[in-house]
């Protein structure tokens, strides 16, 4: 009845979306509310049109493709295009018993509007059908009058000719699809949505030749549809919406595609409609994410899709209801700030200085600084990263001329958090790293990095939002420099630095000296700053890292160069002092001469200011004697004056005090023990002990690891087959590929293991697949340990890291690996303290390191052990005399009283 007619109308009338399946059948949706409304279909009554080409069936063999019937696809666009995005309504006239459903359908509210089914048949796009109408029925008598008139007006299926020329060449595979989408050269080419898979997924037909290809949506993916193992589809959170979307807007409408590239057979495109671009409409509503790996084909603006990303995250809608901003917890002063960078730490970190004072590192958002592959091969040379990795040091000399001493932008884009040693096994933990992008004038700092191919994007988890927000621009600098083949993306053979360290070098740096001496003024590169005087210089026209005393001053010493590790007032200052104005600065030096242990001394300019002559006028040092013999010492001593009627800092505590030094007395003398036998000295350490081998088991040692060896070649240890424990004798792969014995000092992890080897004294961590049990047949009951411990008699090591340091160098250059006479003297808490003579000349080495100033004595007070006390005594007054090493500034003890905190 008209009641029921009226109730079909309201309920089921479209708005601005259906879909045309043949010339005589569509799909209709209601209004949608709060998602996708429910299909129906309906058949187009007493009408018939030609089917549309279907494809066969896949996976079976036996069906094929079936082409389109004559005029078929030309009534399916009459349809489409008067119909697709318009208001309809419909009146069902049959159902049939198997759910289908039969009607008349007109434009508009209501069935005044336009009839279709007449409009077709008009047109001579369907044929009546003829054998089921009524005369009685105005509208069927309607539709066959329309046919004769279009039978006589020879219109479309009723033309001379048959039709053939209406049949589509369909193409449904393309069978080179790479050269395809080249061949368009990225120009927009006019298409119909025939299908939308998901909301980033569609099939399309390309006009004028009708391939039929699926094309994903270029730097986007929304949720889709995961296929379960029983043909079910179960859709992700908001897949349905986003399809509905897509569907909504581009099924059936007449679109430009521009094919943008094709990786592993899948073609990516763009989608362009009158209306808009689609790929920005699903960021925007929170139905898609960015992906980064279709992001760089993208040709329409990575950054819009960024941005539409952007506002969906913080609108939190949708796929991004549950969205955590990475700065969330941060302020917007915290966020985005100013500040003056102080340090290259390395190719993408820096250290700044806040506002604030507060010293800050920062680490470039996204990139990866130059790093080696594989292991280092040249194990006899000690690895430096700046040097030894490829491209690292232009990576630091980048930055370091760009950006030392210059404000900067600093934006934070994420917070990585610290990772435990738990979470990362054998890998370093690692502390919280604030991450941003630094600019200046404009200038991305890792953007240029990249682009000179010094740095490396980081790929990252496509769930992993925490990264540059200049993401693709750093993608974008990348694929340029590896194009160019730049920096790290080069074939050629990669920069070589021969950096010879000829710090402590005493034999090196006497070599450098007159050169350095006649050159004058030199320039440098502040490399280092160890305390307010005492700096690491790499010399650019040299090549080689020098250590420079400054000279004609006395800077307040650290805890690390004083006995008892209590640093001396404002040492600390003076040492930030002199970072803050030189470090990674390029500086002008002038070498005057050299200490013994091969530290240059000297002055050193930077920007016309004298560093000397800057830390005395800020009160951070005082003049030493040994200016007086400078130009420079009338300008010190003015500088001094003033700094000292200040009482500012170091002056406020300024004391003269010149103690003297209280020498043992010798009551009487008596010869000690000499039974010196020779040994071969293996090992050093750097508390200046010892281990050395009898030389008269020297043979039973060689034979015990040649057998041993033997042993292990011919059976193997299985790998990982050892268990480490604390005290276990074992045996242990050494770094040159033999086999020694070993004792487990401490077990840190599988991959790091303490070992002391027994029979040499030197110690080596390793990771427990090189270690094995130890055969019985070679264990200490066999053959004892051979690496004996001692240290030197009548010797007092300096707590000074860098004079101890001096000392143990030029041990290990004297004795190390030779052999010598050894006498035990007296007994300590860890072992015993001797006397060595080089094995040649009898020369005391203990002695020989006092009458260079290298060590200090200390003073035994038995009888019997006066007479080499005094001699060494006497080798140490030379020492003071000649102000050699330790004594180059006089007399240092001066301050060692008991409230300094020394004690003998």
């Known amino acids: ?482 194009k160019n083949g730049k920096g790290l993306h080069s074939k050629k053979e990669v920069p070589i630095h021969r950096v010879a360290d000829i710090s402590g070098e005493t034999q090196k740096a006497k070599q450098f000296l007159p050169f350095l001496q006649r050159a004058g003024r030199s320039e440098a590169v502040v490399e280092y700053v160890f305390s307010g005087s005492r700096l690491k210089l790499y010399m650019p026209k040299e090549t080689c890292l020098i250590t420079f005393l400054l000279a004609g001053i006395e800077c307040p010493r650290g805890s690390r160069n004083i006995p008892g590790g209590v640093p001396e007032p404002f040492s600390e200052e003076a040492t930030l002092f002199t970072k803050e104005l030189v470090l990674q600065r390029e500086v002008e030096v002038e070498v005057e001469s050299m200490d013994k242990a091969g530290n240059f001394i000297g002055w050193l300019h930077i920007e016309g200011v004298n560093l000397s002559v800057a830390l005395v006028e800020n009160s951070l040092s ?58 071969y000295v293996t090992e050093i350490t750097d508390g200046l002990h010892f281990y050395t081998q009898d030389v008269e088991t020297g043979a039973q040692l060689e034979n015990l690891m040649e057998t041993m060896r033997a042993e292990i070649a011919a059976q193997p240890p299985v790998e990982g087959s050892f268990t480490p424990h604390r005290g276990d004798y074992c045996i242990a792969k050494f770094a040159d590929g033999e086999w020694y014995r070993a004792r487990v000092e401490k077990v840190e992890s599988p991959a790091k293991v303490h070992v002391f080897y027994i029979d040499y004294g030197n110690r080596e961590m390793v990771s427990s697949v090189r270690l094995a049990a130890l055969p019985p047949a070679f264990s200490t009951r066999n053959l004892p340990p051979q690496a004996i411990e001692y240290t030197f008699a009548f010797i007092q090591v300096p707590q000074d890291e860098d004079a101890r340091a001096d000392a143990v160098d030029c041990v290990v250059r004297d004795i190390q690996n030779t052999q010598c006479l050894l006498n035990v003297e007296y007994g300590g808490a860890t072992c015993p303290h001797v006397t060595l003579l080089f094995s040649d000349s009898k020369d005391d080495v203990g002695q020989g390191l006092v009458k260079e100033g290298l060590v200090m004595v200390d003073v035994r007070k038995e009888k019997h052990l006066q007479k080499m006390v005094t001699e060494y005594l006497n080798s140490q007054e030379s020492a003071k005399s000649a102000r050699l090493n330790i004594w180059r500034y006089g007399d240092f003890r001066a301050d060692d009283a008991d409230e300094f905190g020394y004690r003998r």
């Open 1 to 482: 009845g008209s009641s029921a007619l009226q109730q079909v109308m309201v309920k089921l009338f479209l708005l601005d979306f259906f879909q045309v399946l043949s010339g005589c059948a569509i799909i209709v949706r209601g209004q949608p509310r709060g998602g996708p409304p429910p299909e129906r279909q309906i058949n187009l009554s007493n009408v018939r049109a030609g089917a549309l080409a279907r494809r066969a069936t896949q996976n079976q063999p036996e069906t094929k493709d079936t082409p389109d019937e004559p005029w078929a696809f030309q009534a399916r666009e009459f349809l489409r295009k008067k119909m697709i995005g318009k208001e309809v309504c419909f009146t069902v006239e049959i159902k049939t018993q198997q759910g289908r459903e039969y009607g008349m359908v007109y434009l508009g509210k209501d069935s005044s509007g336009e009839n279709i089914a007449e409009s077709l048949v008009a047109e001579g796009l369907a044929t009546v059908r003829r054998e089921g109408i009524r005369g009685t029925n105005p509208e069927q008598a309607r539709l066959c009058d329309l046919e004769d008139q279009a039978k006589a007006a020879k219109k479309g299926i009723w033309s001379e000719g048959g039709g053939a020329h209406t049949i589509r060449d369909l193409k449904y595979s393309i069978e080179n699809p790479r050269n395809f989408v080249d061949s368009l050269h990225q120009k927009p080419v006019n298409a119909i949505i025939e299908h939308v898979r998901d909301g980033s997924v569609v099939r399309a037909l390309l006009l004028p030749d009708y391939y039929l290809v699926t094309v994903m949506l270029s730097g986007v993916k929304c949720p889709s549809f995961k296929r379960e193992s029983d043909g079910t589809e179960t859709p992700e959170p908001f897949a349905a919406e986003a399809k509905f979307f897509t569907e909504s807007r581009l099924l059936q409408r007449d679109v430009q595609i521009i094919l943008e590239s094709c990786p592993n057979q899948v073609i990516l495109g763009t989608i362009l409609h009158p209306n808009g671009n689609i790929t920005e409409l699903l960021l925007k509503e929170g139905f898609a994410r960015c992906v980064d790996w279709s992001m760089a084909v993208y040709t329409q603006g990575a950054e819009k899709l960024r941005a539409a990303e952007r506002s969906a995250k913080e609108r939190k809608v949708r796929i991004w209801k549950d969205y955590v901003a990475p700065t969330a917890n941060l302020d917007q002063k915290d966020r985005q700030f100013v500040a003056k960078v102080m340090q290259v730490v390395n190719a993408d970190a820096i250290v700044v200085k806040l506002n604030s004072g507060e010293y800050k590192t920062i680490h470039l958002s996204s990139i990866r600084p130059p790093r080696i592959e594989g292991e280092n091969k040249d194990k006899d040379k000690r690895f430096r990263p700046l040097y030894d990795i490829p491209y690292m040091f232009e990576a630091r000399e980048f930055l370091r001329k760009k950006l030392i001493g210059k404000k900067v932008n600093v934006t934070v884009d994420y917070i990585r958090a610290a990772t435990t040693a738990a979470e990362t096994g054998p890998v370093p933990a690692f502390p919280e790293r604030t991450c941003a992008t630094v600019t200046i004038g404009g200038i991305n700092i890792a953007e240029a990095l990249v682009s000179k191919g010094l740095a490396t994007v980081i790929r990252y988890r496509q769930d992993d939002d925490q990264r540059s927000s200049h993401y693709d621009e750093l993608l974008a600098a990348e694929a340029r420099a590896i």
């Open 622 to 679: 005082k003049v030493h004697f040994t200016a007086e013999r400078s130009a420079y010492y009338k300008t010190l001593q003015s500088a001094e004056e003033v700094a000292r009627q200040r009482k500012d800092k170091v002056w406020c505590f300024y004391e003269t005090r010149f103690p003297t030094e209280e020498v043992a007395q010798v009551s009487e003398e008596k010869e000690r023990v000499a039974n010196y036998r020779p040994v």
